[in-house]
Structure formats: C-alpha cells, structure tokens
C-alpha cells in the first residue's frame, strides 16, 4: 500500500474536518435537549467535562504524533509504532468500529433535520432517509474523495452563516431573567450522565484530523496545531450557545423542541441547512477515516482473518474493501433508530479509543526512551495519566456495566494478540511481583528484534579509587538521561578466591553502594576480583548482563590522576585497554576533569550552562549528540543549551552549516549550531572554553588515542575545563526509518516499485572509524 507525499495543510487537512465535525448534529438538534433537562449550569459542566476529555487526550495525541513521522492509520499508527502490536491492535479495532458507528450516527441525524423540515412525512421515513444518505456516501468514499476536501469548504461556509443567524437572533431575545431561572432544572427524567452520553459525541470529533494522518504534507505540526484550534474554537461556541440558548428559551421549551435553535435564529432556514451540511460532513469524515484504520490495521497482520482489507485500489490504495464493512455497520446503526440510544454506544467506545490513547502516551513517556522526543511543548505524562483515570470515571458513571463489559472486551483483545506471551502472576510479595515482570519482561524483549529506537546506554564505569569516581558517576547519571543501566565497576587485584581478596571486594562494594545511596544515583554496584586486572576488564564487558540486556558502553575517566602528569597519553596499557573495548562493540567515553572544574561546574546554574558537541558527521559525533540531549533530560542540565559546533573549510562552510541545521530538525534534538572555518587549536579553545562541558570525538588508531582535530590530547584537555571524549564502536542512529507496508492491491500495475521505505540510508554505508584498532584487545 505505496502513497505518495499528503498535499494537506493544517486548516484544510485537520482543523477544518475536525472543527465541521465537532459543531454537527448536536449542536442543532441536542444542544437544546440537554440545556432544558440539565440546567444552564450543568450544561456547561457537561461541556467542561467533555472538553477536559478532549484537550487531554489531544495532549497525548499531540506528544505521540510530533516524536516519530506519521502516516496512514491515525491513531492505530501512532499506538502501534509506540507501544507494539498488542495495544495497536485492541485500540485500532476499537476506533474502527467507533467511526463506522459515527457514520450511522450522522445518517440518523440527518433524517432527524429532513423530517423536521417535512413534518408531514410518516415517522418511518427517518431510517430510509438515513439509508439512501448512508448509500450514496458510501459510493463517494467507495469511487475516491477527492472532493470532500472542497465540498468541506462549502459546508463551512453554511454553518458560519447558521452560526451567525443563530448569535444575532439569540441576542435579540436575551433575557436575564429567563437565564436565572433556566440556571437549574428542578425535575427531570434524564440525570447527568445520560445528558452526558448524549452530548459527549459532540466532541469526538477532533480525531478526524489525525485520521487522516496519511494526506498531511506536515503531520507533526498540523495535527498538534489544527487539532487545539478546533477544540478550543468549538468549545467557545458551545459555551456561547448554552448561554444563549438559555437566557432566550424557557427549560421547557428546549426540553420539547428539538428545533429551539431555529425559533432563536434570525434567518430559521439557514439553520435547516446548517443541520444537514454538517451531519453530511460529519458522515463523510467518519466514511473516510474508519476504512483507513481497518485497511492499517489489516496491512499490519495483526489480525489474520482482517487481511482481506488490507487491499488497495488505485494510485491512492483506496480501501474499498473496508469502506464496505464499514457500511454494513453504518446499515445495522441506522436500523437501532433511537438517536439518544446510538450517542450512548458511540461515547463508550470513543471513551475507550481515548483511555488507551492516553495510557499507551502515559507508558511511552515514563518508558524514558531516546527516541521519545516530541516536539510538543506543552505536554506531560501525569497528563496523559489524568486522561487515562477521568476516561475510566466517566464510563463507569455513565453506565458501569456497559463500562466493565467494554473494558473486559478491550483486555481479550489485547490479550488476543499477545497470546504467546507468559501471564503475570500475582503474589503477596510485592519484591516477587516485580521480580516476575522483570523476567516476563526480559522475555519478551529478546523475543523481538531490537531496532534502531530502541537503543539505551548500559553504561559499565570503570572506576579505581575514591578520589575521582564521585564525578564519574554523577557524570554517568547524567549522560543516560534517566534511560538505560549504570553499572559502577571496580577491579580488585588478587586471587579470586581467596579470602583476602572476597573481604576487599566486600569492602569496596560497600564503600560504592554507599556512594550510591549518598548521592541518589540510580547506578548498582559490582566488584570483581581477578588476578589479572586488564584481562578482567574485558571478560566483564564480554560478560556483563541478563538475557537480552548487555553493555554497550564503557565510561571511565581520563589516565592521569588529578595534578599528574599528561605526558603519558600515548601509553600502550591504555590505548590497548580502550581498543579492545571498541573492538568488542563497546562505545567509549573518557571523562577529564579535576575537582576546581568539578566546583566551578557545580556553581554555574542551570539554565546558564551550556554544552558543545564538536561534530565531523560521523558516528562517534551522532552518539555525542545524542549524550548530549539525554543530558538535558535530567534535573542537573534541563534548561541547559546545546551548541553543536561543526569544523569546515572555508569553500565548503555554506553547505555544511545547511547541512547540519537540517540535521539537527531531522533528529528532534533543540540544539544551536555554528560552523568554525578550519579552527586551530587557540580556535577551538576560544569558543568552548567557557562552557559547562565540551564533547569531542575520540579516534583509536591501532592502539593510539587521539583527538579529532589531530592536536594532541593532552594539549586539549589542559586547556579546556571538563571534557569528555566519545568514541562510538558502531552507529546510533538518531531517525528511525518506518519501512513501507506492502498490501494487497486490486490493481496490479506494471513496475509498481515505489514505496520501498523512506530515509533508510543514514550513513549506513560509511565506514566505522574505529576498525583500525587491529590489535589484540587483551593487553598480555
């Protein structure tokens, strides 16, 4: 199923199906209804209650969608690439099913307008009016809709002017007192929550947007932006009808007449046509996006009988297959008949589709991941906790059987699809509970692939001695950024059995443990004695880890003791020591720093501190920048600025400086650059020698050190504060490429060959830097 580039902008693409969805068919034919059982005042709480739903979940909706690159499916996509197959598959059912009932919805509702404007039709005409609606929408969605995108425009321009004719009328009847008394209802027979059910469909319909996440020419910026227009715009509409609604009309009134609305008009038939231009859309959008989520869902095979829709028809993989089911289900909505009995089974299930959304956002968020950088600004996991808890209290409130029995449904489908994985068991010991999730969980992790997001440093700190490893291992907190495992590693010489040397390592675990403890660190410590320190250090790389989880990089710091010496920078321990580190696929970080640099560093603020990345666009450069951004994550450095400074020669400067700005967007990290033309030694001292800690790459050459510039190590770190040098034994990539999904498609055109997966080739081919390192990797 290949697609093309999506062509739609932010108004066009998601504010305005969302905005011609939200202000449909309840505001024209309920709104009155629920005013007139309910009471100004609980009115507007229902619309508060509503919009809290909403503007939460579009929260979660916004961080999912601006931290990967989306495409077709909606909401199904953004779950499954956040959370794997098993939440993907219960949500995307979920959201199918609720959509194709939506289409049914505004069919009925639209009956509803054409009876109320024919008065002499029979009653039974409501559901075949709603069925030639449904048929003839079902053939537009089933030939293309490339139309729809155009006929919105005009269904918005109509309900502008059935706005505008219902505001001026309004006001012209506004009257105080009639607004005090319809403040409350003293008796009626529908309470809060069935006034809630019936009005919650209202705002469902800020999903169009993403629904149709496949044709945005910008998903990350359009669905965030067009999505909180829409919500915020309607809600001002709503709140501003209710008011108007009630100070014009008493209770009784608007209780009875599903046309109070129009008597407040100015112009009454505009209204007529506002009714029927927005349930038309409303269908429409529902017609378009429900097959997109089946034909997704197919196309990913997470349900075997489902692949019949994964189907495509045409250059656009029209899914005609699934715009078919969806009408059978659209057919069995409409024959329920009863419109209130119809808004209660669609709030169910949106209010379903919104607890997962939220939770699955809640999950990715505190799963503390690299790859989880959304460009959203204004979002937070409690956020997305507070949606997930206030989607449960609602269904529960408005009917809890029907809530349990749909949240019982949700867990057989999850469980459904995760069928092969072991079942937690619950015990008395909270200790053998986690102790049960973590082997669940190391299970499953090596029961699947590892890709490139999912990549998090296990960091092995080597460190000897008391004097430097307080700033080591702070130094290592800080570069995992909360993600990851820290283990502080110390090597005890000496037989390793022998009693002596078991009582040493005791000793010194302590010591570390309470090192940890002291300063909060979430590192763990472990002492190993050996007789040979240097062929110990790369057994315990070799060997360090459970399962699946294994250490990708070493930490230590840099040779010489505080006050020593450099003029040792090319000894061969040393050297050989970090070549057979990288030859054993260990990323390399040496931090230099003495304790004045330590001090200074801990007086700086900050949001004053800076960190720069020296970049050569090579792997160890990509792995710095990434350290850098985990940085940012933590307490210590989270109002910090990142600068990236990026050598050139003068000729090719422009292109490197274009180069890098797009780089930097590409990879979602917030960081400054600048382009140093051919900077010599007093160059790069000038420009990072007031910053807070500077990131340079680390060549290994056969068993030689050196710095990327080629000016000597020890000359670069005497002159610079803290320093740390990185040297990468294999790539981190920073964008992860989706691979297309192939589906079946109706049409089988010759040399169809496109959609092979798009950014796939991030510096794949280059060659890594660090193979020079021939070398045995165990010093003799």
Known sequence: MSRTAGSLGTFGGVFTPSILTILGLILFLRIGFVVGHGGVLDALAILALATAVSVLTSLSLSAISTTRRVRGGGVYFLISRSLGVAYGGAIGLVMFVAQAISVGFYCVGFAEGITNLMPQLPATAAAPIAGVLAVALLAVAYLGADLATRFQYVVMAILGAALASVFFGATQAFDAQTLESNLRVSESPFGFWVLFAIFFPAVTGFTQGVNMSGDLANPARSIPLGTFLAVGLSTVVYAAVILLLGAALPAAS??????????????????DGGVLAATISSALASFLGAPRILQALAADRIFPRLGFFAAGHGDGANPR???????????????????????????????????????????EATGASPSFRPRFRFFHARASLAGTLLCAGVMIAIDPVTGIVAAALIAAIYQYVNRNAVPVRWHDSRRAYRFRRVKLGLREIAAEPAGPSDWQPHVLVFTQGMERRARVLRFASWITGGSGLVTATSLVEGEGTSEQTLRRCREIEAELREEI?????????????????????TTLVQAWGVGPIRSNTILLNWMAPDGADTSRAADLWYGRMIAGAVRLKQHVVILDTDEAAWQRLAEIPPASRRIDVWWFDDESSRLELLLAHLMTRMPDWEDAAIRVLAPANGDSAQRVGTALARRLEEVRIDASSEVVPEPDLDEVISRSGDAALVLMPLRVQGMRLADAFEFGIEVVLERLPIVALVAAAQDVRLVESEPAIEAESETKAEGQGEGRGEGQGEESGKDDPTTEATDDPTPS
């Open 517 to 537: 403890e002291e300063h909060s660190l979430d590192i763990y410590p472990l002492v190993v004695g050996a007789p040979d320190l240097r062929s110990a250090m």
């Open 321 to 363: 297959r699934a715009v078919l089911l969806t009408g059978a289900i659209a057919f069995a909505t409409i024959f329920a008949g009863n419109l209130n009995a119809i808004a209660g089974v669609v709030s169910m299930f949106f209010l379903i589709s919104y607890g997962l959304l939220n939770y699955a956002t809640y999950v």
């Open 254 to 271: 608007l209780a009875t007449d599903p046309n109070a609305l129009k008597e407040t008009a100015a112009i009454s038939w505009l209204v």
